[in-house]
């Protein structure tokens, strides 16, 4: 492979556990797979400035929906609920920062394609 991004395409592999456990949230994880369409792409300096800005912004809103379950969770009545929230909120955070930094890098490499980078 061109590009070491492609290898986090091998973390789709963790999605065929859902068919051992049974565990329907283990199939998000087949959306990894995207990742190995990268795998011919030719690294450049403008293709890791987009990757750059691309985890920016998934950072950016995995602390910001971390930091909110984290805050609200605490703050319910019931135990089972504060739990349920902190971890569901802690899920959400590492999904939505996936689908950022997946959709973001897509979003910029559309752009660089259309000769309108920046």
Do not use: C
Not at 38 to 51: I, K, Q, R, S, T
Not at 60 to 67: A, F, K, R
Request: aromatic fraction near 16%; hydrophobic fraction near 55%.
């Amino acid at each position: 492979m061109k590009n070491k991004l492609a290898y986090l395409g091998f973390l789709g592999l963790v999605g065929i556990g859902g068919f051992i456990t049974g565990d329907l949230l283990m199939f998000s994880f087949f959306a990894f797979f995207v990742f190995f369409t990268y795998a011919n792409v030719v690294p450049d300096e403008l293709f890791w400035e987009n990757v750059k800005r691309a985890a920016l912004r998934a950072f950016i809103v995995q602390m910001v929906v971390s930091s909110i379950a984290v805050a609200v969770g605490p703050v319910m009545p019931e135990d089972d609920l504060a739990l349920t929230i902190t971890l569901g909120g802690l899920a959400l955070a590492y999904s939505f920062g996936i689908m950022v930094f997946a959709l973001g890098l897509a979003y910029y490499e559309h752009k660089e394609k259309k000769g309108n980078a920046q």
